[in-house]
């Protein structure tokens, strides 16, 4: 089993920034493809960012592709979201989620094997 746990939800101004980090443990050495999914309130959960096991594939949704950056480091078993030029429709709940196995990439939520529970995110002048 792998375990997932997000940090570094707050409120942030509109136009600003906040770094994400996602902590994982237990059999980390299962893990391939880490993404980032959000929930906003009333909405249906949606793809953020991922990246491939070595972190040499990256892709991003259309609505943050410019905005943020997904990085990792498998060293630490640590995932990355740096986000910028936060707009008020970026405020939800942010999710850390893992996929096991051989996937080398994937942005779909089913094809998620582990998440964590969350951490918000509100944008707000």
């Known amino acids: 089993q792998v375990q997932l746990v997000e940090f570094g939800g707050g409120l942030v101004e509109i136009g600003g920034s906040l770094k994400l980090s996602c902590a994982a443990s237990?059999?980390?050495?299962?893990?391939?493809?880490m993404d980032w999914f959000r929930q906003a309130p009333g909405k249906e959960r949606e793809f953020v960012a991922g990246?491939?096991?070595?972190?040499?594939?990256?892709g991003y949704a259309v609505s943050v592709k410019g905005r943020f950056t997904i990085s990792r480091d498998n060293a630490n078993n640590n995932l990355y979201l740096q986000m910028d030029s936060l707009k008020p429709e970026d405020t939800a709940v942010y999710y850390c989620?893992?996929?096991?196995?051989?996937?080398?990439?994937?942005?779909?939520?089913?094809?998620?094997?582990?998440w964590g529970k969350g951490t918000l995110v509100t944008v707000s002048s």
């Open positions: 989620a893992a996929a096991s196995g051989t996937t080398v990439y994937t942005d779909v939520e089913s094809d998620m094997h582990y």
């Open positions: 237990g059999r980390t050495s299962d893990i391939s493809v």
């Open positions: 990246i491939g096991r070595a972190g040499g594939f990256t």
